[in-house]
């Protein structure tokens, strides 16, 4: 039997998700985002209702909510959303939940695609395991005259990328196999490749919030014993789909930025290497531009 939580006034259940919340060492202010969705309102209009009463089921569904997060299942997948460079996709335990961290890979992609391709036509981008589809849909919907397609091994992540591909908008072709398999079994030759693998150390598991490993996909979080597995597989594959000219854009884990541009030095050795900070200052991007620019 559920324990009778007295409350009946946003500002009220509030509060009580707050201390809540913090008791079962999750963040505050989830409780806060859960009502939002709830309620189908914006934090504007939901301050200006604090003492609104609650209707009866929002409580209990608000209720279960709160005790689903504080048990480990994140926010976004109860909401079923994240948002990400400005728009809203569809997120379920099929799909890496998208992290601020993969918008600068976006942002700092498409600074690069203009300077290192100047008029950009008929350029091909690949988002090698899409996921939600985050980077593909964004980056079409942000320079639409490039053809974007997008990979993913799992059919059920695919499902989710095509539905947020459906509902923004974005005309993206996704195909199921493994890194860049797809790609090589079509001799596809392409301008860009983009990718968010997995990065994380197996031996980092143990430290990581249950939020994180008892929900999302460890096919999207881990990478063998330096984390460093897959960007050593896409090494083998990326010359085999790259043309002379191209920029591949990699998202690493915070320390792993040297050794991933190591890598793509030894692969091609006349290509010219940076590594992207982000705004907190951690090497979260790895950039490498081939050929000569325009």
């Not at 504080?70 to 799909?95: C, D, K, W």
Request: charge should be negative; hydrophobic fraction near 40%.
């Amino acid at each position: 039997m559920k324990k009778p939580y007295k409350f009946s006034k946003v500002y009220e259940a509030l509060s009580w998700a707050s201390s809540f919340l913090v008791s079962s060492g999750r963040d505050a202010n989830a409780g806060e985002l859960l009502l939002k969705w709830l309620l189908r309102m914006e934090r504007s209009t939901l301050l200006a209702s604090l003492q609104m009463e609650l209707p009866s089921e929002v409580k209990e569904e608000f209720i279960s909510a709160c005790e689903a997060h504080a048990e480990g299942m994140p926010v976004q997948y109860i909401i079923g959303s994240e948002e990400f460079y400005g728009r809203t996709f569809l997120v379920n335990e099929e799909v890496l939940i998208p992290r601020p961290e993969t918008e600068e890979l976006v942002y700092h992609a498409l600074n690069k695609i203009a300077e290192h391709f100047p008029g950009g036509a008929d350029l091909q981008l690949a988002d090698i395991g899409t996921g939600s589809g985050a980077i593909a849909i964004s980056m079409k919907l942000e320079n639409p005259a490039i053809q974007v397609l997008a990979s993913d091994i799992a059919e059920g992540s695919l499902e989710v990328a095509r539905h947020n591909a459906v509902r923004l908008g974005a005309e993206v072709s996704f195909l199921k196999g493994d890194l860049l398999m797809p790609f090589i079994q079509a001799s596809k030759r392409l301008d860009i490749v983009l990718s968010n693998p997995p990065y994380i150390p197996e031996g980092d598991r143990a430290e990581m919030s249950e939020v994180v490993t008892e929900h999302e996909p460890d096919r999207a979080l881990f990478a063998g014993e330096d984390g460093l597995d897959f960007y050593r597989a896409f090494m083998e594959q990326l010359p085999l789909v790259l043309k002379e000219r191209a920029l591949i854009g990699f998202e690493v884990g915070a320390g792993q930025g040297t050794a991933v541009r190591l890598l793509l030095e030894q692969t091609f050795p006349h290509s010219s290497t940076e590594i992207q900070y982000d705004i907190n200052g951690k090497d979260r991007m790895v950039f490498a531009c081939l050929g000569n620019r325009g």
